[in-house]
Every structure is written in structure tokens, then in C-alpha cells.
């Protein structure tokens, strides 16, 4: 896999801060609990989250859920090494949250530059 972008780095510091401030679900299990809970989630998965797992985003995306943002050139041990875990393929957010808002931001930006490209 290629090196993340800039953008994808800050993200992953970004997210490693939101799990340390305890706002973090990390791992589909967690993030499907905080979905039973009530209210939306921006989910951050990496390039090789596998099919079960996005199986099931998806289909809460499309219930108006959660949003789904993919992490580029990020694996589940690039992941789980920036918030501390073994490995993960998924982390979640509450859609309003600061945290989430400034990832969405700094990944849009990086999406922006890819076009200009």
C-alpha cells in the first residue's frame, strides 16, 4: 500500500486525540453498539476493511445512519498503531461532533487537491 496522504495522517492524529479524549468507537462492534444508541456516526474505515464489515455500513448509510469516509492508502495496523490497538478497520465519530468536523474537513481538502491534480 501506498504512503497515506498528508491529509490521511492528520486525520489518523486527529482520531488517535479523539480516543484519547474518549470519544472514540473503534471496531465494528463498538460502532454498531453506539448505532443502537441513538443518533448519526461519520465512520472512518480504512482501504482493506473487509466485506462483512462494510456490508453493514453501507446498508446504515443508506438508513441514513451513519456517513462512511475512507481513510486512503490506510490499513487496519496503520490504523490501530495511530489510536493505540492492535489493528482496526473502522473507527466512529458522533456526526456532529468537533472531532469528526475537522476529519471530514481535512479529508475533503485532501479530495479537493486530488481533483485539482
Given at each position: 500500500?501506498a504512503?497515506p496522504?498528508?491529509?490521511?495522517k492528520k486525520?489518523?492524529?486527529?482520531?488517535?486525540?479523539?480516543r484519547?479524549a474518549?470519544a472514540?468507537?473503534?471496531g465494528?462492534?463498538?460502532?454498531a453498539?453506539?448505532l443502537r444508541?441513538?443518533?448519526?456516526?461519520?465512520v472512518?474505515?480504512t482501504?482493506?476493511?473487509?466485506?462483512?464489515?462494510?456490508?453493514k455500513?453501507l446498508?446504515?448509510?443508506e438508513?441514513g445512519?451513519?456517513?462512511i469516509y475512507k481513510l486512503?492508502n490506510?490499513?487496519?495496523?496503520?490504523?490501530?498503531?495511530?489510536?493505540g490497538?492492535?489493528?482496526?478497520q473502522?473507527?466512529?465519530l458522533p456526526?456532529g461532533?468537533?472531532?469528526?468536523?475537522?476529519?471530514?474537513?481535512?479529508?475533503n481538502?485532501?479530495r479537493?487537491?486530488?481533483?485539482d491534480?
Amino acid at each position: 500500500m501506498a504512503e497515506p496522504s498528508a491529509a490521511a495522517k492528520k486525520a489518523l492524529s486527529l482520531l488517535g486525540l479523539a480516543r484519547g479524549a474518549g470519544a472514540l468507537f473503534i471496531g465494528q462492534d463498538k460502532i454498531a453498539e453506539a448505532l443502537r444508541g441513538g443518533g448519526e456516526l461519520a465512520v472512518f474505515v480504512t482501504e482493506d476493511a473487509g466485506g462483512g464489515a462494510m456490508r453493514k455500513f453501507l446498508a446504515a448509510e443508506e438508513r441514513g445512519r451513519l456517513k462512511i469516509y475512507k481513510l486512503k492508502n490506510t490499513g487496519r495496523a496503520l490504523l490501530g498503531k495511530s489510536l493505540g490497538v492492535g489493528a482496526a478497520q473502522a473507527a466512529a465519530l458522533p456526526a456532529g461532533s468537533g472531532f469528526a468536523e475537522k476529519i471530514i474537513a481535512v479529508l475533503n481538502e485532501d479530495r479537493r487537491s486530488d481533483a485539482d491534480e
